[in-house]
C-alpha cells in the first residue's frame, strides 16, 4: 500500500509540487456531490489503493495551513459547486495530496450543524488517519461540537481496521496535555450507548497528540513544532492499514454518506446547531473585543494611559454583547441544550470582558496614581528652588495650591477611565496619599538635595578668594641622556624637583656600536628656563 514517507513531508516546504485543485465534496447547504469525488480521484490519483487521512477541528484554528504544509495541498482553492457565492465554506473538502496521489485529505469545520452526522458518516466511513483539531482552551471543556463530531465519528468508523487519530492542539506550547486529552475521548467512547464498538478506546482507536504554537507570535518555535507534527502525521498514515482503490471511492462515500443521514447518532440537530451558534457566538465575541482590548492593554503594561478608556470600554462591552445576543437569538427559540449553552457562553463572554477591562482601568489608575505623585513633587521641587532661603519653609498656602492643583486633574482623569456600573477610584485614597506626600516632603531625598545644592551654592558665593600678588617666577630644568652601547635591555630614570626647578636624568644601554654607523652622542644634555608671569 502507497505510503508517505518523512523525506516527502519535509520536502513539501522546499520542491515544489503539482498543482491539484481541491473540490467541495458537501456544500454550504448540505448537497453531497460523490461524483466530483470520484472524478477528482480517478484524475488525479495512479495508486492501486488510498489512505484516506480526514482533517477535523474547530472553525479559524488552521487547519487548512497545516493541511497544505504537511500535504502540499491548496485547501483554500477548492473548486465550489455551481451557483455557491464565493468565499462560503464548503462543509466537506476533499483533495489528493500532490506529494503522494496515495494520499486523499477530506477537510471539514466542527460546528454542531443539522449535517454533522451526514458529514462525519462520510469521514468515519472512509477515514484511515483524522487529523483532530483543538484550541488549547478547548481541551478538557467539552465542547458540543467537537463531542458530537467525535460520537459520530467513533461510531461511524468502518474501515475495518484500527483508526489512527493525531489530535493537534492550535497555539500552545504547553505540555501535559495528553492526559485531559485522553480523559475527554475516553469520555466520549464511554457514552457511545447502543451501537458501540466492542473493546475499550485503546484496542480501536490509535491516539497521538501534538501542540503548534502561534506561527506569528512563536514564530521562533513554529517550524520546529511543524515538523513534530510532520513525523506524527507519517507515523500515523504509516500505521494505517486500509486501502481504498481509487475507482470505488465514489460509490464508498456515497454509501458512508447514506448511512450517516439515515442513522444519525450525534446531538439532535437542532439543539446541536444551537449548541454550535453559541459557541460561534463566543469565539467572534471575544476575538472582535480582543482586537480592541489587546493593544490598550499593552499600552497600559507599558506605564501609558488611553484616553476616554471609560467611554471606550463601555461602548466596547454593549456591543459585544448586544451582537452576541442578535446571533443566539435561535438558542432562545430553541430552548433546551443551545439555551443552557447560550447562557453560559454569554456569561462566560461577559465575565472575561469584564475581567479584561477591569485589569486594564486597574494599572492605568495606578498609572495616574503614579503620574499625580511625580506632578506633586515636581511642583513642591520648583517652590523650594524659588526660596528665598535654602532653608526656609515651604509656603503652606502656595504647597497647598499645588497639591489641589494636582488633585484636581488626577480627578478628572481618573473620571475619564472609569466604566459605568463596573470600574471605580476611591478619590479620598488619592488625596491621602497626596496629603502625606506634602507633609512628608522635606524629608525627601528630592528636597535635601536642592535645599543642600542651595546651601553650598550660597557658600560657595560668600567666601573672599585671595588676590595673587603680581610677579614673575623663572623656573630652571635640565633634562639629561646617557646612552651606552647594548641591545636596550637596560635603561632607567631619576628626577628631582624642587619649587619651580627640575633636573631628570636617564640612562639606556641601547646605543649602536660607531662601527655600524651609529654616531650618537654618549651623553646629551638640555637645560630649559621658564618663566610664570602673573599680573
Not at 483524522?130 to 468502518?158: M, S
Not at 553650598?456 to 651606552?484: D, Y
Request: hydrophobic share 45%; net charge negative; charged share 20%.
Amino acid at each position: 500500500m502507497p505510503r508517505l514517507p518523512l523525506l516527502a513531508l519535509l520536502a513539501a516546504a522546499v520542491l515544489p509540487a503539482e498543482s491539484i485543485k481541491p473540490v467541495e465534496v458537501v456544500d454550504i447547504h448540505g448537497r453531497f456531490d460523490s461524483r466530483s469525488l470520484a472524478a477528482h480521484v480517478t484524475g488525479n490519483s495512479e495508486a492501486s489503493g488510498l489512505t484516506v487521512v480526514s482533517c477535523l477541528g474547530a472553525p479559524g484554528c488552521g487547519k487548512e495551513s497545516v493541511l497544505n504544509a504537511i500535504f502540499g495541498t491548496q485547501f483554500d482553492t477548492a473548486v465550489p459547486f455551481p451557483g455557491t457565492p464565493a468565499g462560503v465554506r464548503p462543509l466537506c473538502v476533499a483533495s489528493v495530496s500532490p506529494e503522494n496521489t496515495g494520499v486523499l485529505v477530506l477537510g471539514s469545520d466542527c460546528t454542531g450543524a443539522p449535517s454533522t452526522d451526514s458529514v462525519m458518516g462520510l469521514h468515519g466511513g472512509l477515514a484511515d488517519v483524522v487529523l483532530f483539531h483543538l484550541w488549547e482552551a478547548d481541551v478538557g471543556r467539552g465542547v458540543a461540537a467537537n463531542t458530537a463530531a467525535l460520537r459520530a465519528l467513533f461510531l461511524r468508523h468502518a474501515r475495518g481496521e484500527k483508526l489512527q487519530l493525531v489530535v493537534v492542539v492550535h497555539e500552545s506550547t504547553a505540555v501535559g496535555l495528553g492526559p485531559a486529552i485522553d480523559a475527554e475521548l475516553e469520555a466520549v467512547w464511554a457514552g457511545l450507548g447502543a451501537g458501540a464498538p466492542e473493546g475499550r478506546l485503546a484496542d480501536a482507536v490509535a491516539v497521538s497528540h501534538i501542540c503548534l504554537p502561534h506561527p506569528v507570535h512563536e514564530a521562533g518555535a513554529f517550524p520546529a513544532a511543524m515538523v513534530r507534527a510532520r513525523d506524527a502525521v507519517a507515523g500515523a498514515i504509516a500505521g494505517a492499514t486500509g486501502a481504498l482503490p481509487p475507482a470505488q471511492c465514489g460509490s464508498a462515500a456515497g454509501a458512508a454518506w447514506a448511512k450517516g443521514s439515515a442513522e444519525p447518532v450525534g446531538l439532535a440537530p437542532d439543539q446541536a446547531e444551537g449548541v454550535a451558534v453559541a459557541d460561534a457566538a463566543w469565539a467572534q465575541g471575544r476575538a472582535s473585543a480582543d482586537a480592541t482590548l489587546m493593544p490598550l492593554l499593552r499600552t497600559a503594561e507599558r506605564g501609558g494611559v488611553a484616553a476616554a478608556f471609560g467611554a471606550k470600554a463601555q461602548a466596547l462591552l454593549t456591543e459585544t454583547l448586544a451582537a452576541f445576543d442578535a446571533a443566539t437569538v435561535p438558542c432562545v427559540v430553541l430552548g433546551g441544550a443551545a439555551a443552557a449553552q447560550r447562557k453560559a457562553r454569554r456569561d462566560e463572554l461577559a465575565g472575561s470582558l469584564r475581567a479584561t477591562v477591569g485589569s486594564i482601568h486597574e494599572t492605568m489608575l495606578q498609572t495616574l496614581g503614579g503620574n499625580a505623585v511625580k506632578q506633586l513633587e515636581a511642583g513642591l521641587l520648583k517652590l523650594v528652588k524659588g526660596l528665598k532661603e535654602p532653608s526656609a519653609p515651604l509656603p503652606d498656602e502656595e504647597a497647598n495650591k499645588v497639591m489641589r492643583q494636582v488633585s484636581s486633574d488626577f480627578a478628572r482623569a481618573a473620571a475619564g477611565l472609569s466604566v459605568p456600573g463596573l470600574t471605580a477610584f476611591d478619590q479620598s485614597a488619592m488625596a491621602q496619599l497626596l496629603s502625606t506626600t506634602l507633609n512628608d516632603f522635606d524629608e525627601s531625598n528630592a528636597a535635601k538635595v536642592v535645599r543642600m545644592n542651595r546651601l553650598q551654592r550660597k557658600m560657595e558665593r560668600s567666601k573672599k578668594q585671595p588676590k595673587s600678588p603680581r610677579g614673575i617666577l623663572p623656573g630652571f630644568h635640565l633634562v639629561g641622556m646617557l646612552r651606552h652601547v647594548g641591545v636596550g635591555n637596560l635603561n632607567g630614570f631619576a628626577g628631582y624637583t624642587m619649587g619651580p626647578h627640575s633636573v631628570n636624568f636617564g640612562y639606556a644601554n641601547d646605543r649602536g656600536d660607531p662601527e655600524t654607523g651609529d654616531d650618537s652622542p654618549l651623553l646629551r644634555l638640555q637645560p630649559k628656563v621658564h618663566f610664570d608671569i602673573d599680573l
